[in-house]
């Protein structure tokens, strides 16, 4: 499935970029859904399992089998594994490059104790045996070295395929929310970008938001989805904050907000390597990130190029906005940092390391 989030946007990324090498590219998904079906490059050819990675085990060997690919790139956990049993079934020599986008040890607290115990066992007798593993940032590689015991040597970290030429372009494109809501965006407004669920924390930045925002100069725009609207829209209507607060849900071009906002504030638990956070320097706009498990202290290089707050720290996060706005950072210095995340960098580190196979 293509959700909205990172991964499924980094992964087409990644995609145009291979086709753009001259490249073949297959891109293999459990069930074919999500908000980025629409966004698939052309070239791409598409093929569809069962439904779920457990249940596509089989025929994603046959596929392995039949089109004998120079690589398969998998990501998320439980997608690397089911993928090393399908090379392993396919019997071939396909060399697979497994993806770990997120604090393992984190992520897994956060799922049901049964899973948590039988991903770990799978994770640290799989994974040394995968043929190259790579962390999108360097704490995400040394989160599950040490949370499975595994050789820091075993794990390549190559950054995400954020920043893009279609990226840049799309800032410049239509806002239709200003139209829809043009006394909303008559003040200057803070942006988050994310699905609507726990590792986010929207509570925490709704808390920070209002305690800075007691004159109403600013509003706070939310774009996204998730299980957690309707405990958000609660906390919205009960502390009267509807008219300084719009989640109009997930949209498919954010860029044009985010290159308009006064700065992006996200207030995440725990990361992988954040790709809005990425997107805000390449389009000059300034961050004020939780210091979670994950890349946004790496991003942000400590505080250098953003401000970085503790997690779940309302009274931290509502400090630092303020510091942000008594002396926001230069413009230029944040984009000439994106240049270290553009897809070009993140394809051929890729490349090179399928042509060591």
Known sequence: MLKAGGVGKN????????IEAGHEVDLYLTKKEGDYLPQIPPKVNIYEGNGSALKSIFSFACFLRKTKPDAVISARDYLNITSFFSILLARTKTPQIATIRTSTKTDSNNRKQLFKLILKWLTTIIYPHIDQIVAVSTPVADDLAQYIGLSREKIKVIYNPVVTDTMIEKSRGASALTQEHPTFFSKPYFISIGRLSEEKDYITLL???KKINHNERYNLLILGDGEDRDKLTKYIETNDMNTSVLMPGFVSNPYPYLLKAAAL?????WEGLPTVIIEALALGVNVIATDCPGGSSEILNNGEYGWLTPPGDAT????????YIASPKEKSILINRSHDFTDTLSANKYIELIAKR
């Open 207 to 209: 808390t920070a938001f």
């Open 11 to 18: 992964t087409l990324n990644l995609a145009r970029k291979f």
């Open 316 to 323: 931290a996060m509502s400090q630092s906005i303020i510091k």
């Open 265 to 269: 504030i996200s207030s995440s638990k």
